[in-house]
Every structure is written in structure tokens, then in C-alpha cells.
């Protein structure tokens, strides 16, 4: 049986991995777009013998056009595709877009084009890398093109998670705080242990974490662990004294104020602390976000 063509405006990181791993589930390829150099250059190497083409010309040849663009570049995408008169009724239009539903493709939508908010929920290297993971694929679409929405996830052995229009930025917020937060926390803390005198901080770090994340996906707040949840007062106040006295950035120190003070209050939601305790403990971070301030006033 024939299979829908495929075309991807925007062929980065994402639109080029998706777009090869459907040609090789058997789904032609008929063209992408792209100008940078580093996009010219996955292009011929993930896609090879695949025609490079302008967005206009790649959404007239495919039978399904996918724009993987940036989350604030996508509506203008999309109406200058609607102004060019190559996107057709019947047309499927996928974005990758987390944050962005149906209404971002309003434009081709009112040409009778069948809208389809497709995300993988994953980062992406651009790379042959990506090839072997099956992501979970946030799906916003009409009832009549929910199959279709499957079936492309399913060839790209992902998992479909249906998400209403109305959740989009939730669903995409979650990603967001649990991933890209994630990094900068990571990263803060491998700082930390340079200034204590780790060469190795990332071997340091990485048992402890992948045990903690392994532990926390498994179980959730059961998984955890440390001096809040422990109601170790004294330790916490250790804590905030040496980054108050060591050369820290004031975004770590506030970074680790305001997770310890998350840390109490989901602590003592499930009783694992009292609440005299987690009184105590934030007084303790309120007091450092205090001193905090009275040091950067003294600056000025």
C-alpha cells in the first residue's frame, strides 16, 4: 500500500530526524527546507539524495507537511504558507511545537488544510543518536485525524499522549521545568562542587542522579531523600552559610532557597515532617533570603 508523502519545513534537529526515520518506516520523502549551513549538512547526511526546496514548494509535493520551527516563528510560518497558495484543503499539517496547539495553524486551517499539533517530548542531537529513542508524542488533532496521528507515531515507535487544545502551554510548561531546569540545576550543582574542590564533579554527581531520577519516576515523593525531608535543621542552616560565604552566584543561592522551601512544603503535605518543623526550616531560608538582600543593598 502507497504511503503518504512526507515534507519538512524546517529540517534542524528535530524536522531532519523525524523526517528520516519516516522514510525509513517507508514513507517517501519528496523534500525539505532549510538555509543554515549546519542544517544544509544533516540534511545530506541524515537525508540523503532528498531535494532541498523553498517551504512553498515542499508543502505543494508532500501529501503531509510537518513544520518543525521555532515555538515563536510557527504562526508566521504558517501564514506566509497560507499567502503562497501551496498548502491545499485535505492537506495534513503537523507542527512539533509543545506549547503551540491547532490554533497556531488558524491560517492553513481556513484553507481546509487538517491541523495536527504533533511534539515529541524528547531533546534532540540531530544525530543518527536519536534514531534509537521512542519518545512520548504530545497529539492535538480532530477526531477524524487522530489515526493518522498514530499511525506516524507508531512508525516512529513512539507513544501518543493526547493533550487538549486547552493544555498545550501546562503540558509544554511541565517539559519545560522538569528538563530544561533540570540542566541548569545540574549545572549548578557541578559548579558548587568545583568551588569545593571536585575535579570530577559529573562523576561525582552522575550515581547519586541517576538513582535519584530513576528513584522519583518510579516513586514519586516516597523517593526522597536529604536534610529536609529529615528535618535536619541544623545541616540546612550549614547549607545556606556556606553559600553565603562562598564566592556563589546569587541564582544558585536563590536556586537552592527556593527548592529547599518546595522541598518542605511537599514534605510536609505527605507528613513526612511536622509542621513546627517546616516552619523552622523555611524561617531558616527566609533568614538567608534576608541576608541575601542586606548583602546586595550594601553594594550599592
Do not use: C
Not at 33 to 50: D, E, N
Not at 191 to 201: E, K, S, V
Not at 249 to 255: C, F, I, L, R, V
Amino acid at each position: 500500500m502507497s504511503r503518504l508523502s512526507m515534507g519538512v519545513v524546517g529540517a534542524g534537529k528535530v524536522g531532519s530526524v523525524l523526517a528520516a526515520r519516516l522514510r525509513s518506516a517507508g514513507y517517501p520523502v519528496v523534500g525539505v527546507s532549510g538555509r543554515s549551513a549546519a542544517t544544509r549538512l544533516r540534511i545530506s547526511t541524515l537525508l540523503p539524495g532528498v531535494s532541498v526546496l523553498e517551504p512553498a514548494q515542499v508543502a505543494a509535493a508532500a501529501d503531509v507537511l510537518i513544520l518543525a520551527v521555532p515555538d515563536d516563528d510557527l504562526i508566521a510560518v504558517a501564514e506566509e504558507l497560507a499567502s503562497s497558495g501551496a498548502v491545499r484543503p485535505g492537506q495534513y499539517v503537523l507542527h512539533t511545537s509543545g506549547r503551540h496547539g491547532l490554533d497556531a495553524l488558524a491560517a492553513l486551517t481556513r484553507l481546509g488544510a487538517r491541523p495536527i499539533a504533533f511534539h515529541p517530548a524528547m531533546t534532540f542531537t540531530g544525530t543518527a543518536v536519536d534514531f534509537d529513542r521512542g519518545p512520548v508524542f504530545g497529539l492535538t488533532a480532530a477526531p477524524a485525524d487522530r489515526a493518522l496521528a498514530e499511525e506516524l507515531v507508531a512508525a516512529l515507535r513512539g507513544v501518543p499522549m493526547w493533550v487538549a487544545e486547552s493544555d498545550r502551554a501546562l503540558y509544554h510548561a511541565a517539559l519545560a521545568h522538569g528538563a530544561n531546569h533540570l540542566v541548569t540545576l545540574v549545572a549548578q550543582s557541578m559548579d558548587l562542587l568545583r568551588n569545593a574542590g571536585a575535579q570530577d564533579p559529573a562523576g561525582v554527581l552522575r550515581p547519586l542522579l541517576t538513582a535519584a531520577l530513576d528513584n522519583v519516576l518510579a516513586y514519586g515523593d516516597a523517593a526522597l531523600t536529604g536534610p529536609v525531608v529529615r528535618g535536619d535543621v541544623t545541616t540546612i542552616r550549614a547549607h545556606v552559610d556556606a553559600l553565603a560565604a562562598a564566592n556563589v552566584d546569587d541564582a544558585t543561592t536563590a536556586a537552592y532557597l527556593e527548592l529547599a522551601r518546595a522541598t518542605a512544603s511537599r514534605s510536609e503535605a505527605d507528613r513526612r515532617i511536622a509542621p513546627a518543623t517546616a516552619g523552622t526550616i523555611r524561617q531558616v531560608l527566609d533568614e538567608a533570603d534576608w541576608d541575601a538582600m542586606a548583602h546586595i543593598a550594601a553594594g550599592f
